[in-house]
């Protein structure tokens, strides 16, 4: 898995292109609201009919403080099964490791773990 900026699936060949792939997310202030990310997932050996959940969870404590659940299908095992979560409007009240964890059929597949940072003031800022 991996979380970006933004994805794009090309409508012809249906190939994705990530863009702004990263690991941590910065505010000052607390709660900070990141205004949109996707998380792209791609699932090997799978084939059928998957209920798919994506759930956010704060790191420290376990607390899942998001979820979102799609329907999804997979005709050919052989090939890749690609993923994209678009998510919007996301509060973080705190910082600290956070991740996103991937279950389908309610049956664990993986998780992407990230940072969200407090920005602090150079000492030669003013405040």
Known sequence: MLICDHAIREEITGKVSLIGIFGVIQGSLFPVRHASLCVYANLSDAQGHYRLRLELVRGND??????????????????PAEVLFELQGLIFDRPGRYEFNLYANDEYVGRKSFDVLQLTQSAGESR
């Open 62 to 79: 376990m607390t899942v403080i998001g979820r979102g659940e799609g329907n999804f299908n997979v005709l050919d095992r052989m090939l």
